[in-house]
Nanobody
Framework: QVQLVESGGGLVQAGGSLRLFCAASGRTFSMYGLGWFRQPPGKEREFVAT????????YFTDSVKGRFTIARDNAKNTGYLQMNSLKPEDTAVYYCAARFSANWGREDDYAYWGQGTQVTVSS
């Protein structure tokens, strides 16, 4: 079992920054990859970014490349999503998820999910 708790969301103006946190417990943190997904209002949940177990590999959806970074601290059992140059279209509930699969782009690749944290970007 893996428990994930997101935090760090909030209201920010366009062009601003936020850092999301994903606190993990349960199974050994370094045994699974982490992903971030988001669900904009009235839309389906979508992939944002993922990081490998060691942190050596990262992947991003095109719309956030160059603005978002993903990181993890295996000693602190914590994952991070740094979001810069935020846009109103980044407004969504952001979810952290854990995967044991080598695949990473789909919700089905992830076995455990957090409850989400709201990010609102005003124009």
């Amino acid at each position: 079992q893996v428990q994930l708790v997101e935090s760090g969301g909030g209201l920010v103006q366009a062009g601003g920054s936020l850092r999301l946190f994903c606190a993990a417990s349960g199974r050994t943190f370094s045994m699974y990859g982490l992903g971030w997904f988001r669900q904009p209002p009235g839309k389906e949940r979508e992939f944002v970014a993922t990081i490998s177990r060691s942190g050596g590999s990262t992947y991003f959806t095109d719309s956030v490349k160059g603005r978002f970074t993903i990181a993890r601290d295996n000693a602190k059992n914590t994952g991070y999503l740094q979001m810069n140059s935020l846009k109103p279209e980044d407004t969504a509930v952001y979810y952290c998820a854990a995967r044991f699969s080598a695949n990473w782009g789909r919700e089905d690749d992830y076995a455990y999910w957090g409850q989400g944290t709201q990010v609102t970007v005003s124009s």
